[in-house]
Nanobody, 121 residues
Framework: QVQLVGSGGGLVQAGGSLRLSCAASGSIFSINAMDWYRQASGEQRELVARITSGGTTDYADSIKGRFTITRDNAKNAVYLQMNSLAPEDTAVYYC???????????????WGQGTQVTVSS
């Protein structure tokens, strides 16, 4: 059993900052990658940022230079530092992880419950 719990969302004014956190718990052997997705009302889900266990990162063009994804492998956690927030960033942000439960076993996809980020004008 694996659970992802995301937190850190809230209401912030344009230009402000938020830091999202997500921690995975349960039966985990390794985490291949952890990601942040977001879905705005009426929009499709979008990959915001991804980080692998080796530290390789990938960002959506819309947030490059403003958001930074980091991870703590020892804590099975991922973070998203969001700066210079704009109303267009308003969305539900979902933590996602690709997890190997057992040594040499298959990988599985897990999702957090989502945390609301609202940026006011």
């Amino acid at each position: 059993q694996v659970q992802l719990v995301g937190s850190g969302g809230g209401l912030v004014q344009a230009g402000g900052s938020l830091r999202l956190s997500c921690a995975a718990s349960g039966s985990i052997f390794s985490i291949n990658a952890m990601d942040w997705y977001r879905q705005a009302s009426g929009e499709q889900r979008e990959l915001v940022a991804r980080i692998t266990s080796g530290g390789t990162t990938d960002y959506a063009d819309s947030i490059k230079g403003r958001f930074t994804i980091t991870r703590d492998n020892a804590k099975n956690a991922v973070y998203l530092q969001m700066n210079s927030l704009a109303p267009e960033d308003t969305a539900v942000y979902y933590c996602h992880a690709i997890i190997m439960r057992q040594r040499n076993g298959p990988t599985w996809s897990y999702w957090g419950q989502g945390t609301q980020v609202t940026v006011s004008s």
